[in-house]
């Protein structure tokens, strides 16, 4: 071989290199989720609105993931592009004449700013569990401001309800389709004539700063309760913290139950790799894979938009029958074990569910029924349109944040299979609300929310469900009071209007059944009638 011919291969040999270590470096950044972009488009006309909903509706979460989906001509719309595409998107883009810039440049870097100082790691969940199996007493309350794995979360309720009998419950709703039991708990004493409120999270898997709230929420209660029974163990009467009047007036008046995820398999995936916007961002299910052609390809993917999934107006508006979209609301209506699961806990408590709220991110909106199409309300709307708007002015008291309220279609857009229409329609429910936590619609963090404002995204909701909480336990008080009033009235007017009453029971012992309304008139004491007298 000459000098030139061993120059040339070894020339060869250098670029073949080079060309190899390119490719893993390009490959490795991918896989760890470097390059995805979130693209803020402006529909400045009807047809540019309708090509929008009809890809948020079609596109596969890679090539387009809404984190709003388009509702208005000159509305914003925030789309999360994977790297792979974000170049063929900006084309489209261009070639239909969008107005567009690129809100996020590299979600990854984003995601390392603002929740890599979040303590979320593996080893901050073994020192966890090993503090609440060392803890004694009532102290296992959850440090606020981070996030936790399922398996810390689901400890944790256990460990409450070890500790608290008489404050909560543990409630098991369902297995999910990779297994994990779907846990919540239950406060308050349980007796028959008690309204119920449930309030759950994390239907949505990405929507962590929603688990962080309702979390919160069991902390909050448990803080109050574990107090007062510290102080009553320990007889620490003096200094000692009063329990919340507010927190006690709950428990005694109404029975509140607090789901804090959903949909664990989800939640637990979107943990697997935090700064990887592929798994961080993941919103449904983790149900097996389903195919779908879509009149160029036959595409497969995993998971169901459980909030799609159940069966108000299933599939109409707003969802998409495509297995690769964000909001794929699978095959049928409750086809999920977990949706199916949680509606028939839901019914469970028909005729006493007064109240269900569902945590959701993002967008600042208090939402209500109904959301397939506008102007569509439930008879009692005026009721319902009342208390949000209170709830939305009490939560902004706190910290001045603006929340808007309506339905669906008026305030974001239209969809139909969700938990709350659901609820509404089904159960009767008197307040059904889908709550959109902070950030506001137009910040373009979405869902990755700093971790400062994790707790007072928390304490503000509150504020506002408590107002909710408020309106469901005055009014059984009141029905309870003019119950007491009713029954002190019968028992005043309860007599005999007529001398010979014990003698005809005597004679025909039916006759308090047979003549009721006679016997109510004139024999109602004889006849143990007392309660039936009209007041
Ligand atoms: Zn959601």
């Given at each position: 071989?000459?000098?030139?011919?061993?120059?040339?291969?070894?020339?060869?040999?250098?670029?073949?290199?080079?060309?190899?270590?390119?490719?893993?470096?390009?490959?490795?950044?991918?896989?760890?989720?470097?390059?995805?972009?979130?693209?803020?488009?402006?529909?400045?006309?009807?047809?540019?609105?309708?090509?929008?909903?009809?890809?948020?509706?079609?596109?596969?979460?890679?090539?387009?993931?809404?984190?709003?989906?388009?509702?208005?001509?000159?509305?914003?719309?925030d789309i999360m592009v994977a790297p792979e595409h974000t170049g063929q998107f900006q084309k489209y883009l261009e070639k239909h004449g969008y107005t567009y810039q690129i809100a996020i440049q590299d979600l990854r870097t984003l995601l390392i700013e603002k929740?890599?100082?979040?303590?979320?790691?593996?080893?901050?969940?073994?020192?966890?569990?090993?503090?609440?199996?060392?803890?004694?007493?009532?102290?296992?309350?959850?440090?606020?401001?981070?996030?936790?794995?399922?398996?810390?979360?689901?400890?944790?309720?256990?460990?409450?309800?070890?500790?608290?009998?008489?404050?909560?419950?543990?409630?098991?709703?369902?297995?999910?389709?990779?297994?994990?039991?779907?846990?919540?708990?239950?406060?308050?004493?349980?007796?028959?004539?008690?309204?119920?409120?449930?309030?759950?999270?994390?239907?949505?898997?990405?929507?962590?700063?929603?688990?962080?709230?309702?979390?919160?929420?069991?902390?909050?209660?448990?803080?109050?309760?574990?107090?007062?029974?510290?102080?009553?163990?320990?007889?620490?009467?003096?200094?000692?913290?009063?329990?919340?009047p507010q927190i006690q007036n709950y428990l005694d008046n109404i029975v509140l139950y607090i789901i804090p995820v959903l949909n664990p398999d989800g939640y637990e995936y979107t943990r697997t790799d935090k700064t990887n916007p592929r798994a961080r961002m993941?919103?449904?299910?983790?149900?097996?894979?389903?195919?779908?052609?879509?009149?160029?390809?036959?595409?497969?993917?995993?998971?169901?938009?459980?909030?799609?999934?159940?069966?108000?107006?299933?599939?109409?508006?707003?969802?998409?029958?495509?297995?690769?979209?964000?909001?794929?609301?699978?095959?049928?209506?409750?086809?999920?074990?977990?949706?199916?699961?949680?509606?028939?806990?839901?019914?469970?408590?028909?005729?006493?569910?007064?109240?269900?709220?569902?945590?959701?991110?993002?967008?600042?909106?208090?939402?209500?029924?109904?959301?397939?199409?506008?102007?569509?309300?439930?008879?009692?709307?005026?009721?319902?349109?009342?208390?949000?708007?209170?709830?939305?002015?009490?939560?902004?008291?706190?910290?001045?944040?603006?929340?808007?309220?309506?339905?669906?279609?008026?305030?974001?857009?239209?969809?139909?299979?969700?938990?709350?229409?659901?609820?509404?329609?089904?159960?009767?429910?008197?307040?059904?609300?889908?709550?959109?936590?902070?950030?506001?619609?137009?910040?373009?963090?979405?869902?990755?929310?700093?971790?400062?404002?994790?707790?007072?995204?928390?304490?503000?909701?509150?504020?506002?469900?408590?107002?909710?909480?408020?309106?469901?336990?005055?009014?059984?008080?009141?029905?309870?009071?003019?119950?007491?009033?009713?029954?002190?009235?019968?028992?005043?007017?309860?007599?005999?209007?007529?001398?010979?009453?014990?003698?005809?029971?005597?004679?025909?012992?039916?006759?308090?059944?047979?003549?009721?309304?006679?016997?109510?008139?004139?024999?109602?004491?004889?006849?143990?009638?007392?309660?039936?007298?009209?007041?």
């Amino acid at each position: 071989m000459t000098t030139s011919m061993l120059l040339f291969f070894q020339m060869i040999l250098r670029v073949i290199l080079t060309v190899i270590l390119l490719c893993i470096a390009t490959c490795h950044s991918l896989e760890k989720g470097d390059g995805f972009q979130v693209f803020r488009v402006l529909p400045t006309t009807n047809q540019q609105l309708l090509q929008m909903i009809r890809l948020f509706e079609t596109a596969d979460t890679d090539r387009a993931d809404f984190w709003h989906a388009p509702s208005v001509v000159n509305g914003t719309v925030d789309i999360m592009v994977a790297p792979e595409h974000t170049g063929q998107f900006q084309k489209y883009l261009e070639k239909h004449g969008y107005t567009y810039q690129i809100a996020i440049q590299d979600l990854r870097t984003l995601l390392i700013e603002k929740e890599g100082n979040i303590s979320t790691h593996s080893t901050d969940d073994a020192f966890f569990m090993k503090r609440l199996h060392d803890d004694v007493g009532f102290h296992s309350r959850l440090r606020m401001g981070e996030y936790y794995s399922y398996s810390v979360l689901s400890t944790w309720l256990q460990r409450i309800a070890e500790n608290m009998p008489d404050i909560a419950k543990l409630i098991k709703v369902g297995t999910t389709i990779e297994g994990r039991e779907i846990l919540g708990l239950k406060f308050g004493k349980d007796t028959p004539d008690k309204k119920v409120v449930v309030i759950d999270a994390g239907i949505h898997a990405r929507e962590w700063a929603a688990i962080h709230t309702a979390s919160y929420f069991i902390n909050l209660v448990i803080f109050d309760q574990s107090s007062l029974l510290e102080n009553k163990i320990n007889f620490q009467i003096v200094n000692s913290r009063e329990g919340d009047p507010q927190i006690q007036n709950y428990l005694d008046n109404i029975v509140l139950y607090i789901i804090p995820v959903l949909n664990p398999d989800g939640y637990e995936y979107t943990r697997t790799d935090k700064t990887n916007p592929r798994a961080r961002m993941w919103r449904k299910s983790r149900s097996p894979k389903a195919c779908a052609f879509d009149g160029v390809r036959n595409s497969c993917c995993m998971g169901v938009d459980l909030n799609r999934n159940f069966d108000f107006r299933f599939s109409e508006i707003g969802a998409s029958r495509y297995p690769c979209s964000e909001i794929y609301h699978g095959p049928s209506a409750f086809s999920e074990p977990e949706s199916k699961a949680y509606s028939q806990f839901l019914a469970s408590l028909k005729g006493r569910l007064e109240a269900y709220i569902t945590l959701h991110s993002y967008s600042q909106l208090w939402i209500y029924s109904y959301s397939h199409r506008k102007f569509t309300y439930a008879p009692d709307i005026d009721e319902t349109r009342r208390v949000a708007a209170k709830a939305v002015q009490e939560l902004g008291r706190m910290y001045g944040t603006k929340y808007r309220h309506g339905t669906g279609p008026e305030i974001i857009y239209a969809f139909s299979g969700g938990s709350t229409d659901w609820a509404k329609e089904t159960l009767k429910i008197k307040y059904s609300y889908t709550i959109e936590l902070r950030p506001g619609y137009e910040e373009w963090n979405g869902f990755v929310l700093d971790k400062n404002q994790l707790i007072p995204t928390a304490k503000e909701t509150w504020a506002g469900v408590t107002v909710v909480l408020d309106e469901v336990t005055n009014q059984w008080k009141s029905s309870k009071n003019r119950e007491s009033e009713l029954s002190r009235i019968r028992q005043e007017k309860c007599s005999d209007r007529l001398s010979g009453c014990a003698y005809w029971l005597q004679s025909s012992p039916n006759i308090c059944r047979i003549s009721q309304s006679t016997m109510i008139r004139d024999c109602a004491k004889t006849c143990d009638l007392c309660h039936m007298i009209a007041v």
